[in-house]
């Protein structure tokens, strides 16, 4: 199978992100870049998480063609292409409907950042895009004109979408936001959250530049 990897890949994480409650019903989607090819692999439309097999998975590349696959791909298509184009580091995409993460997007509010963890999507506060019709191009113009230098951008009433360099990462990043946006949440409703100073998040950005394992370096 054509990309099997990859679509192994997305359906194993589709199902992750169901059962994480990232997601609801068929709402959200997923995707994996190989640059080399040009090709993405990307969940279809309206199939059920624990539904969907690896040749249901469809095959595109950044212009929209459809390479490989019987089904019709995710209608967030269009939002998964343009992060690709906009960021040479982007290598999954995934796009979720998480409950917190969607009530600061229905709030008018971005993502502040109440906790270091924020400094995993390269930034200080995470950018809210205005409200654009689901599925089509002009969310998608709308999600990277709002995005900058960051990883993830909110959809004003709708949900969020982040990347990452691998699917491990970039569903990682999911969740680090989620909980930040819970933690958000649950703070203003108490009262008034602190918020970390720029020098803080500063001395977080750089630390998370060295965060985790270092990479295995390459045979010569």
Request: charged share 25%; glycine share 8%; net charge negative.
């Amino acid at each position: 199978m054509f990309m099997q990897e990859e679509r192994e890949q997305v359906v194993s994480y589709g199902r992750k992100m169901s059962q994480d409650r990232l997601t609801a019903g068929t709402s959200g989607n997923i995707s994996i870049l190989d640059r080399e090819k040009g090709y993405m692999a990307i969940s279809p439309s309206g199939i059920g998480y624990f539904d969907v097999r690896p040749e249901d998975v469809v095959i595109m590349d950044l212009d929209a063609n459809i390479v490989d696959g019987n089904r019709k791909p995710s209608s967030e298509w269009a939002l998964h292409t343009a992060f690709y184009k906009k960021r040479a580091d982007a290598g999954a995409v995934v796009h979720t409907h998480s409950i917190f993460c969607t009530t600061l997007s229905v709030l008018g509010e971005p993502i502040r950042p109440v906790h270091y963890m924020m400094a995993d999507a390269g930034v200080k506060e995470i950018p809210l895009a205005p409200y654009v019709t689901f599925g089509t191009k002009e969310l998608a113009d709308a999600a990277m004109q709002a995005i900058g230098g960051s990883k993830a951008v909110l959809l004003a009433n709708h949900g969020i979408i982040v990347c990452g360099e691998n699917i491990e990462s970039a569903y990682g990043l999911a969740v680090n936001l989620e909980f930040t946006a819970e933690i958000q949440w649950r703070a203003e409703a108490c009262g008034t959250p602190h918020v970390l100073t720029d020098s803080e998040m500063d001395a977080a950005l750089l630390r998370f530049r060295h965060y985790g394992q270092p990479k295995e370096k390459q045979e010569k």
